[in-house]
């Protein structure tokens, strides 16, 4: 049977709480306490219980993140970005999936104080109300990452991209470049910085240089390569007049978009130039080499543990909403009209 505190304090004829005080050392003991309590612990080979020892010292050097999908590669970025800050503190992480259903991410907020963390990092699909107060309601501090709030906005610490600047430079990196059909293939509609957000970049700069947004040049869907597939069928099947770019949401969407091109004889860029969004390691191993938005995501992880830590040690000069900058990258999926 293992030896607990209880049994620490029993044989070494002191209180638990002397005990405590002596492996955490909250309060000075007397070195002849404290020497009579390390020879009993050394000599029953006791190790404290981290959880139990978080309960009296209320550290237990464990950090929570959650993010909608594990198999995404801009979570996996982000996490790696993250855990480099934290490693380099002490901290373990928790990683949790939430498939960005609220059920579940109300859920998890609990499980996650149940097990004592420190500070959550936050990667969500829809932040609204009921989130923000579920999270304002917990014991440690949260940061929202590579999503913003979509109500109660500036309540929540935020590190981000900023979306609508992004996708108004890539519509613009396209208009400078001749076109004037630009279609947009996004992420879900419900998706609030990288969906909706996104989707008001796209319109906003077609809308500053006197363009009529088309309808039927905009799909949305998931952020997946048959989503980008689907996207560029629908566009290619009901427009009688094809754009001559395509924006997309992510690099994903536009692999997949590519594929359907691919299949229908389309050339790209000759016939149809595709902007991708993220830069992701594939977006070079592809032929020809995707032209991009590039976002370091990786980086956007380091500032978002970066501003955890701050708040955990109870600084309050921090900035309500961080951004990371973002960059047009040309390769050979974009062809000028000029």
Do not use: W
Request: charged residues 25%; aromatic residues 8%.
């Amino acid at each position: 049977m293992a030896v607990t505190i209880e049994d620490i304090a029993r044989e070494a004829g002191v209180s638990i709480a002397t005990v405590s005080r002596v492996i955490n050392k909250t309060k000075p003991v007397s070195a002849q306490l404290r020497d009579r309590v390390y020879e009993v612990i050394e000599r029953n080979h006791f190790k404290p219980n981290s959880l139990a020892q978080g309960l009296i010292t209320k550290k237990t050097n464990t950090i929570g993140i959650i993010v909608p999908d594990i198999s995404n590669a801009v979570f996996g970025k982000l996490t790696k970005g993250m855990n480099s800050i934290f490693a380099k503190q002490g901290y373990t992480v928790v990683l949790c999936e939430s498939q960005g259903k609220l059920e579940k991410e109300l859920q998890l907020l609990g499980i996650l104080e149940e097990k004592q963390i420190e500070g959550l990092l936050f990667a969500g699909v829809d932040v609204n109300h009921t989130l923000v107060n579920a999270m304002l309601q917990r014991d440690y501090p949260v940061v929202l990452v590579t999503q913003e709030a979509s109500e109660d906005e500036g309540v929540i610490n935020t590190v981000i991209h900023n979306n609508v600047e992004a996708m108004y430079d890539a519509v613009r990196f396209l208009l400078d470049n001749g076109h004037r059909r630009i279609a947009y293939l996004g992420g879900p509609r419900n998706d609030f910085s990288s969906g909706k957000k996104r989707l008001k970049g796209y319109r906003r700069a077609l809308e500053e240089v006197g363009i009529p947004v088309n309808e039927s040049y905009i799909v949305q869907g998931e952020f997946s390569f048959e989503a980008g597939y689907q996207g560029m069928k629908t566009l290619y099947e009901e427009n009688s007049k094809l754009p001559t770019a395509v924006v997309t949401g992510s690099d994903v969407i536009a692999v997949g978009a590519m594929q359907y091109l691919d299949n229908m004889r389309v050339r790209i860029p000759d016939d149809i130039s595709i902007l991708g969004f993220d830069d992701s390691e594939f977006a070079t191993y592809i032929k020809p080499e995707l032209s991009t938005v590039r976002i370091s995501y990786y980086d956007e992880g380091v500032k978002a543990a970066k501003m955890l830590l701050r708040m955990m040690k109870g600084e309050t000069d921090l900035p309500v909403t961080e951004y990371v900058s973002h960059k047009i990258i040309r390769r050979s999926t974009t062809k000028s009209l000029n």
